[in-house]
């Protein structure tokens, strides 16, 4: 059963503007949600997370709002670079959780 | 500073065959291990992760195994391996739990013909 649900599998988006990418769970026990990307062949890297405690967590380019009623949470990129261009995953964890459950994946492709 | 080794970085089997891939952890003392899979098209899935040497979780009953001999050191195996566990196998490692973040290996690419 799919905790963390990521239902956009793909987003198109032209440089200098803002991407957004959603993200929803259904366990409300989590209490930390991550954000990672990744390029092909190679692993994924931590870009920003965010803890229950907070709605809102900035980072350079990078802000990633938590909606904790509606169990959703969004990723902005602003502006967008070709750089960035690679697929998302939101993950999300428990309190006394040792694993972090992965959405699909959202992949994200710049356009110049 | 930490660092993960994870390898062969791609590996071509025939069905049936063994498999073994290993990660290794530098830098750090009694990391949480993982092994996470991803199949082509599709997201990350936990295959096994470990707190402790010999200390193993499966979270997919498969056919695959996994082993901590060392504190730094996580092996995934098979004895004969299915042409459904092709996949981009990712090694892992953090340093507790409660949404920690994870630090990943650059993968290996299993293709199972």
């Known amino acids: 059963d799919q905790q963390v649900k990521q239902n956009s599998p793909s987003l198109s988006v032209q440089e200098g503007r803002i991407s957004i990418l959603n993200c929803d769970y259904t366990?409300?026990?989590?209490?930390?949600f991550l954000w990672y990307k990744k390029y092909p062949a190679e692993g994924p890297t931590f870009l920003i997370s965010?803890?229950?405690?907070?709605d809102k967590n900035e980072d350079g380019r990078f802000t990633v709002f938590l909606n904790k009623s509606a169990k959703h949470l969004s990723l902005h990129i602003v502006p967008s670079q070709p750089g960035d261009s690679a697929v998302y995953f939101c993950?999300?964890?428990?309190?006394?959780?040792?694993?972090?459950?992965f959405g699909a994946g959202t992949t994200v492709t710049v356009r110049a | 500073s930490q660092t993960i080794h994870q390898w062969p970085a791609t590996l071509v089997q025939p069905v049936g065959s063994p498999l073994s891939l290993e990660c290794t952890v530098e830098g750090t003392s009694n990391p949480n291990l993982y092994w996470y899979r991803q199949a082509a098209g599709r997201g990350l899935q936990l295959l096994f992760y470990?707190?402790?040497?010999?200390?193993i979780s499966s979270e997919v009953p498969q056919n695959l195994s996994a082993s901590r001999p060392q504190d730094r050191q996580f092996i995934l195996s098979s004895k004969k391996l299915l042409l459904s566990d092709s996949g981009f196998y990712l090694c892992?490692?953090?340093?507790?739990?409660?949404?920690?973040?994870?630090?990943f290996g650059s993968g290996t690419q299993l293709s199972v013909l």
């Open positions: 470990s707190i402790g040497i010999d200390q």
């Open positions: 892992a490692w953090n340093r507790d739990r409660g949404g920690e973040k994870l630090f």
């Open positions: 965010i803890s229950s405690i907070k």
């Open positions: 993950a999300a964890s428990g309190h006394n959780d040792y694993k972090l459950s």
């Open positions: 366990n409300s026990m989590f209490d930390y």
